[in-house]
């Protein structure tokens, strides 16, 4: 029954809200693709991973550029950002947006896909990001190659790092004993 007062004060947030997700933003991507950074990457397909339920599957896919380091010696590192960002468009292009893409090093790429349907159709995707990235013309009419391990969740690993090793090892079997260029699942 006793009259009260209040005094405050509003502010508008919005702007220093919108600068504040602007910069986290920036902040997981890789500046020159676009794609998410390392770090990023491993902690959205981390808690990807956690969301499966029983019975889901997913895939993850280590992309390399194979003899990436020739295209920065002779034709020159701006030749070689255009590569790099030729290459994560096609790959954006190639995914579907649920799909989580990062740069993972200088000329890596990952990609992490849940619900990965069946193990041919990514045997299928593997030979047309092969076909696409040949197709496309680069300074000098260099033509790149990629080399691409894959591991399947929960057949290889039931978390991101072993995931990523599996995948990894992968990459590494097939350029050491079959050559640059294709791809390789773990375990085959």
Not at 42 to 71: C, R, S, T, Y
Not at 150 to 158: D, E, L, Q, T, V
Request: aromatic letters at 8%; glycine letters at 10%.
């Amino acid at each position: 029954g006793e009259p009260a007062k209040a005094v405050g004060v509003i502010l508008d947030i919005d702007a220093e809200k919108r600068e504040a997700q602007r910069m986290r933003e920036r902040a997981e991507r890789d500046t020159l693709t676009g794609l998410y950074n390392k770090g990023t990457m491993e902690a959205k397909a981390d808690h990807a991973l956690g969301a499966l339920m029983p019975g889901e599957n997913a895939v993850l896919l280590m992309i390399d550029i194979d003899n990436f380091k020739q295209v920065n010696d002779f034709y020159g590192h701006l030749s070689g950002d255009v590569m790099l960002t030729e290459a994560a468009r096609m790959l954006q292009d190639m995914f579907r947006a649920s799909d989580i893409l990062g740069r993972i090093g200088g000329d890596e790429f990952a990609v992490f896909a849940r619900d990965a349907l069946d193990e041919n159709v990514i045997r299928n995707r593997c030979r047309q990001i092969t076909a696409r990235l040949a197709d496309i013309d680069y300074p000098n009419g260099y033509r790149i190659s990629v080399s691409m391990g894959i591991s399947f969740y929960p057949r290889h690993g039931k978390d991101y790092p072993t995931l990523f090793s599996h995948a990894d090892a992968a990459l590494y079997h097939l350029k050491k004993h079959r050559g640059k260029g294709g791809y390789a699942v773990y375990g085959e």
